[in-house]
């Protein structure tokens, strides 16, 4: 479903402002931090000022149409997905990739059988290198 019509069923309309924030999120290879987002956007169309990124990423979160991720200390958003994936996230470039991995949802099993927890959200984040850039360097 495209986002407008997503929106419409919730009576909210497509702005430019949104528009422009969630194709800054669906076109980017890598999580992006909300001051990132604000600079591409603002790139975009500099008429679109930070405030409006900033309620814009609110109101898409609210419709769990995006996905703020807490891995850092920076929060960093992309368009919204089931936990079931694990982060790939290159050291080098940044660039985010998605693997699926069945034991992300065995893991969410396994904690809420013995640790007398349940839980909601599951972020794994794997650092590392990817496929496009040199392998880091063998110490000597
Ligand atoms: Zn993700
Ligand atoms: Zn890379």
Redesign the pocket.
């Known amino acids: 479903m495209e986002l407008e019509d997503i929106l419409r069923e919730r009576d909210f309309r497509l702005t430019r402002p949104r528009r422009v924030v969630w194709e800054v999120l669906s076109e980017s290879e890598r ?1 992006l931090s909300a001051a990132e987002i604000a600079e591409e956007v603002h790139r975009r169309d500099p008429g679109i000022n930070v405030s409006s990124v900033y309620r814009t990423l609110a109101l898409l979160a609210e419709l769990d149409l995006v ?1 703020e ?1 807490r891995l850092t200390e920076t929060s960093t958003w ?1 368009p919204a ?1 089931a936990d079931a ?1 694990i ?1 790939l996230v290159c050291e080098n470039c940044g660039a ?1 990739r ?1 693997h699926d991995a069945a034991l992300v949802e065995d893991l969410r099993a396994e904690i809420a059988r013995t640790a007398d927890f349940a839980p909601s959200v599951i972020d794994v984040r794997v650092s590392g290198t990817c496929a496009k850039c040199p392998a880091p360097s063998t110490p000597r």
Do not use: A, D, Q
């Open positions: 999580h996905r991720s992309e997905h994936v982060h985010t998605h």
